[in-house]
């Protein structure tokens, strides 16, 4: 006996969407802010979450979508963990955790983030709690492109802090309650045993003798949050995707995907992770292919959208060069808007001019981005040869 297909079209119709989210960045801007370079992970605790309540995670190239059969809709209602608004963890805080890692090895270089950010040691944190609406769009963090501020310090399964004189020091998960972490205290401080814990962000809380809370201790001068992540790690951000609002007043409502007192208690939300594209010095070496005669004073860089100071170079081959370095950061782009020309003569031993032209110079590539100065650790320093 034949079996009957069932069309795809069928089989999708039984699931609803929960979350959709895409990575854009600045940088691509020939293909409207799409970004190819990252991909997500479920990490572990949410992949079992997501398999006992139905759901179903897919990879969409440019970001991913998670689903949920929406027969389990009633049980995803009564999964949601807390209660109401009141004190530190109360709230509804079930989440989806994943690890965005970065197919493209030179991300961080187009990207504006300290050049020597080190995924081993440094990993972005996202959460739909800090989400925003400029016009019609769920952008996760400011709006901007996550940063500088949503870097934080990983760490493994263990975690040594400094000990106040009269008190405790305390781990807390982003809701503010008080996790279960075994600890033990001695010379060195308390040392916390993360692993039975999720991956995720977890802050330090410092009580007096009291129990009330303080200010760390004066000698303790290191962060008060951290992302407790797979060692080595092999992310470069950590995002979590609360399900509902935690709280009244506690992140943007359109934000969340399940409303549990709603009649239509789950609508899909379309989030988007946006990424600022890095501007850099950029630094022309131009050197005469000729061996007689040499380029004339009067070379000159021109274009719109910046300036250029010029000074002299010796490379390593021995070679003379004219260098033209921008006085301003210019951002980098898939398909470049600045347009520059070099004009100019090579002066020969019998005074004679030859004249040299270059309509259009080389615009800077995507790698290699060299530091620029520890002033300036979002910028960098592009370099481009040009021969005439």
């Given at each position: 006996?034949?079996?009957?297909?069932?069309?795809?079209?069928?089989?999708?119709?039984?699931?609803?969407?929960?979350?959709?989210?895409?990575?854009?960045?600045?940088?691509?801007?020939?293909?409207?802010?799409?970004?190819?370079?990252?991909?997500?992970?479920?990490?572990?605790?949410?992949?079992?979450l997501m398999t006992s309540l139905g759901m179903l995670f897919?990879?969409?190239?440019?970001?991913?979508?998670?689903?949920?059969?929406?027969?389990?809709?009633?049980?995803?209602?009564?999964?949601?963990?807390?209660?109401?608004?009141?004190?530190p963890g109360q709230g509804l805080w079930t989440r989806l955790s994943f690890l965005l890692a970065a197919r493209n090895p030179d991300f961080i270089g187009i990207t504006n983030l300290p050049i020597t950010t080190n995924a081993?040691?440094?990993?972005?944190?996202?959460?739909?709690?800090?989400?925003?609406?400029?016009?019609?769009?769920?952008?996760?963090?400011?709006?901007?492109?996550?940063?500088?501020?949503?870097?934080?310090?990983?760490?493994?399964?263990?975690?040594?802090?400094?000990?106040?004189?009269?008190?405790?020091?305390?781990?807390?998960?982003?809701?503010?309650?008080?996790?279960?972490?075994?600890?033990?205290t001695g010379a060195s401080g308390t040392t916390f045993d993360l692993s039975h814990l999720p991956w995720g962000r977890y802050a330090l809380a410092f009580t007096g003798a009291s129990g009330k809370a303080v200010q760390p201790p004066r000698s303790y001068r290191g962060p008060q949050a951290w992302l407790y992540l797979p060692q080595p790690p092999q992310s470069l951000c950590?995002?979590?995707?609360?399900?509902?609002?935690?709280?009244?007043?506690?992140?943007?409502?359109?934000?969340?995907?399940?409303?549990?007192?709603?009649?239509?208690?789950?609508?899909p939300v379309h989030l988007t992770v946006p990424f600022a594209a890095r501007a850099t010095y950029w630094s022309y070496y131009i050197?005469?292919?000729?061996?007689?005669?040499?380029?004339?004073?009067?070379?000159?860089?021109?274009?719109?959208?910046?300036?250029?100071?010029?000074?002299?170079?010796?490379?390593p081959n021995g070679d003379e060069a004219v260098l033209f370095t921008s006085t301003t950061p210019l951002t980098l782009e898939?398909?470049?808007?600045?347009?520059?020309?070099?004009?100019?003569?090579?002066?020969?031993?019998?005074?004679?001019?030859?004249?040299?032209?270059v309509d259009r110079l080389p615009v800077a590539p995507p790698s290699p981005v060299w530091p620029s100065s520890a002033a300036e650790p979002l910028s960098g320093s592009s370099e481009m040869y040009v021969y005439v």
């Open positions: 006996m034949s079996r009957a297909k069932t069309s795809p079209r069928a089989i999708a119709s039984g699931y609803v969407t929960l979350f959709s989210v895409a990575f854009r960045h600045d940088y691509y801007n020939a293909s409207g802010g799409i970004c190819p370079d990252l991909t997500a992970t479920p990490a572990p605790d949410t992949a079992q897919k990879d969409q190239g440019t970001g991913f979508a998670v689903l949920i059969d929406a027969g389990r809709i009633p049980a995803l209602l009564t999964s949601l963990t807390g209660t109401s608004a009141g004190a081993a040691k440094q990993n972005l944190y996202a959460s739909n709690l800090t989400a925003v609406m400029p016009g019609q769009t769920i952008m996760i963090g400011d709006g901007e492109g996550l940063g500088t501020d949503a870097l934080l310090p990983v760490t493994g399964a263990s975690l040594t802090v400094p000990t106040p004189a009269s008190g405790a020091v305390m781990l807390t998960d982003i809701s503010g309650a008080t996790v279960d972490a075994p600890a033990q950590l995002l979590d995707l609360l399900l509902a609002q935690p709280a009244a007043g506690m992140g943007d409502p359109a934000a969340f995907p399940v409303v549990p007192s709603a009649s239509r208690p789950v609508a050197v005469s292919q000729a061996r007689t005669g040499r380029l004339a004073p009067d070379l000159q860089i021109t274009g719109k959208g910046a300036d250029f100071d010029k000074s002299s170079a010796a490379l898939q398909r470049s808007h600045y347009h520059f020309a070099l004009a100019g003569a090579r002066q020969g031993a019998s005074g004679s001019r030859d004249a040299i032209r």
